[in-house]
């Protein structure tokens, strides 16, 4: 039985199909042929530079970001893909924020529309604590195909996990 920890919640007609592609082999070909562009965001430099220029475009008021990075760690942390953190420090008399995104470094290699979706997504929690409708709504103002997105980065997590498992 193929694992789908990546898309507990969807429809059970959906996951039979997921389940078919699976064990035709066919899910990565699929995936492959519908996202066959990868980024160049290979280091952690590139990758702020890259959450930036999102941010700088459709989120220019909202806080300044002290760290974006690859994360080797986060996949296996409560199945998160990305996180965003703020973190309060005393620093003299003065209480100073750091803003941070790590990202999964799964997506190192992962199609381009996938880092795109992870980042929108860490980024619309700057403005967004919770997964509510502001959240997506600011998710889909970004990407507009968002929740295509989402759904088809759960499917690549699945293909990864099932054919290295």
């Given at each position: 039985m193929p694992s789908l920890k990546y898309l507990t919640g969807y429809p059970d007609a959906l996951l039979d199909q997921v389940r078919t592609l699976l064990a035709e082999d066919k899910l990565g070909?699929?995936?492959?042929?519908?996202?066959?562009?990868?980024?160049?965001?290979?280091?952690?430099?590139?990758?702020?530079?890259?959450?930036q220029e999102l941010k700088d475009r459709y989120l220019r008021k909202s806080v300044h970001l002290n760290k974006v990075c690859y994360d080797s760690k986060l996949e296996v942390v409560k199945h998160a893909l990305g996180t965003h953190t703020a973190i309060s420090r005393v620093h003299g008399g003065r209480l100073k924020a750091s803003r941070e995104i790590r990202v999964a470094s799964v997506f190192r290699e992962a199609p381009a529309a996938f880092l795109r979706m992870i980042v929108v997504h860490e980024l619309a929690h700057l403005k967004e604590a919770d997964h509510n409708k502001a959240f997506y709504q600011l998710c889909q103002h970004m990407e507009p195909n968002y929740l295509q997105l989402e759904f088809d980065t759960r499917l690549y997590l699945t293909e990864l996990v099932n054919r290295s498992g």
């Open positions: 070909a699929v995936l492959q042929r519908r996202y066959p562009e990868l980024h160049e965001v290979r280091n952690d430099r590139q990758l702020y530079d890259y959450t």
